[in-house]
DNA sequence: CAAATTTGTGCAAACGTTTGTATATCCTAT
DNA sequence: ATAGGATATACAAACGTTTGCACAAATTTG
């Protein structure tokens, strides 16, 4: 309302505007005097900046974008979310950067509110959560030679920038354990198709059982996105063929809480019945009954690292790496039995 | 990096700068045939319009401004933040609004930012996040007469445009309902006190005991801060008393499992043992093992109408209140058991 | 002590839009 | 034919900054 300018502040001070602004930069060729004599005017005047100028001419607007993907409704009940972003928002809040976020209903409106967010010099770079197979949103934003990174990686173009964790090698931890765990009948199931890290868990779990030489059976690889909406019908159906699983990989916890309850109320005890063990290790993992086995990505610094990497990008530091690895950890805890060879209990 | 500007345009099209504009906002006189020489031109060119320009000199920045609380640590693990989040976006990106982000990590630095925000004229409107009591926040944004709207209410202002629930109304419905149950022994488990919601819950949970003429226990009532990091020896000093409470109304659901999760451990059977009611409703309470009795305060329309709140306040609407309420409803699952009275097992 | 350099400040252009006012062209009505 | 009003477009100022250049004053140098 008030909106005092530098105009304003110039005229009481006695200077020019162009002093006001070298003043409010520091600049080195100013006199103590009247940078004073300045500094007093901006404060009985109650001088603020008007970001909005400074960005237009500066070209710079100290933003990052930030597109829900299109699948938001669904991962965005999701505490991962909040996670990724309380770590962005850390590392932004630290760098002098802010967020601009938008939402998008599909692919359609995803790539509009990009092109509005870049085109149209809102922001400086561009964060990409989760990419989808052949994302056209990395297309777009590297024709335009626009700078962005990735959280999740990019499988078409591999040497994008990106922060990621070592899916494969996290979904081979968790399934590994299992085994060693003594057991032989492992599930999996994984999280939405289309995403580049559901390929990769899978793919990790599909190692680590070629690996001791267990067959891969098909029928016991589920899609979660079948699963919260159907009443995971596909579970029973795995559950009740007469060599069912004995542990389940499940390639997000609140899919695995989900399906926890689902075979709870089938009657099944956890871990007695059933093993599962988790992926994200979100707060409420710990605090579920059992506690959760699960592997830990570090969610927080998944997203603190990401808007990090960016910011290094846009400032031109030397980036050393284009992929930075957020190291992952299996966090034991009590959802999954140990199960003795000569145990055919089950 | 290519910049293509209005001039460009204009240029191509073998028109004035100005002409290029008012086809872009459809301006009425202006003729069918230049428009469609315009629009090729945009085309072929590959014009977007600058919005940080546009911004300048419209002076409305289409941006909404969110500041998380302080309490961001802690608040933001938890679900509730994201949903409300998803419920803003939704609105927001409807309304052809962007949220611009930032968090604090003290009171000191959230005044700093909203203050960039607001002289800095980035953002049309400021959304703040559960108040706290005397929040200094709101004092500042009434002072400059700044539009915002508040999740949650001022204590110190009751007028000023709010969207929130009747949580006296909420905790009281949830003590009741343990009251129904047949329980008498109730105990209840705030949230930080600084905050007017922490203290609304716990009138409810007030009114409730006395509407029944039970006798209000300090010893009953457990601050929540001190819960998650001690380990919960407020609960466990409170259930080794000799007439420990059969239930407790727990003013946030993660901190309810984070309870149950000690219960449990203790060797209390939930809700054999000891009943729990919940609040908030977040996807994994019904989810956990037992399912939790919460109350549902629909937290994506907390989101959604504040920020629809605040875009009717902006574009001159009549408001018909300032203060819209969001219903509640108890869900009713299973971590509450009904106590008969003739039942002395507790 | 004059010349050269440094120091401090102002002027004006630029950033990319929007919009009020002026002007030119074209109708329509007298 | 011509005044009067539409209609369609251009001009230029404005939004609030930053910054290159010019220039005066102060200081250093030989």
Not at 143 to 168: C, M, T, Y
Not at 226 to 241: C, D, E, Q, R
Not at 245 to 260: E, L
Request: one cysteine or more.
């Amino acid at each position: 309302m008030p909106s005092v300018t530098i105009k304003d502040v110039a005229r009481l001070a006695g200077v020019s505007p162009s002093t006001v602004s070298r003043v409010i930069s520091n600049h080195p060729r100013i006199s103590k005097a009247t940078a004073e004599k300045v500094r007093q005017a901006m404060e009985t005047l109650g001088y603020h900046p008007n970001m909005t100028a400074k960005k237009l001419v500066s070209k710079s607007t100290k933003t990052l974008g930030l597109v829900l993907p299109r699948s938001a409704e669904e991962l965005f009940a999701n505490p991962f979310f909040s996670e990724v972003l309380r770590g962005m928002l850390a590392c932004a809040n630290q760098k002098q950067y802010d967020l601009l976020m938008s939402s998008a209903n599909n692919p359609k409106e995803e790539m509009e509110t990009v092109t509005r967010m870049v085109l149209g010099r809102q922001v400086d770079g561009m964060i990409l959560i989760k990419p989808r197979k052949a994302d056209p949103v990395i297309e777009k934003l590297l024709a335009l030679d626009f700078p962005f990174v990735v959280l999740g990686r990019s499988l078409e173009h591999p040497d994008v920038p990106a922060v990621n964790n070592d899916n494969i090698a996290a979904a081979f931890d968790a399934t590994f354990h299992l085994i060693n765990q003594g057991h032989r009948r492992i599930g999996f199931v994984s999280g939405p198709p289309e995403l580049v890290v559901s390929g990769d868990r899978l793919a990790g779990y599909q190692k680590a059982l070629s690996q001791v030489k267990l067959p891969l059976r098909d029928e016991w690889v589920i899609a979660s996105d079948i699963l919260p909406k159907n009443g995971f019908h596909a579970v029973s159906m795995v559950m009740n063929a007469p060599d069912r699983p004995t542990a389940f990989v499940v390639s997000d916890d609140v899919v695995a809480f989900g399906m926890i309850r689902e075979l709870v109320g089938a009657g099944y005890q956890i871990p007695e019945d059933v093993s599962v063990v988790g992926f994200n290790n979100i707060v409420l993992s710990e605090l579920s009954n059992p506690p959760m086995t699960t592997v830990d990505i570090g969610i927080y610094h998944l997203g603190y690292q990401t808007a990090r990497h960016l910011i290094r990008i846009l400032q031109g530091e030397k980036v050393p790496e284009p992929n930075v690895t957020v190291p992952h950890r299996l966090v034991i805890r009590q959802s999954v039995r140990f199960l003795s060879h000569t145990d055919d209990s089950l």
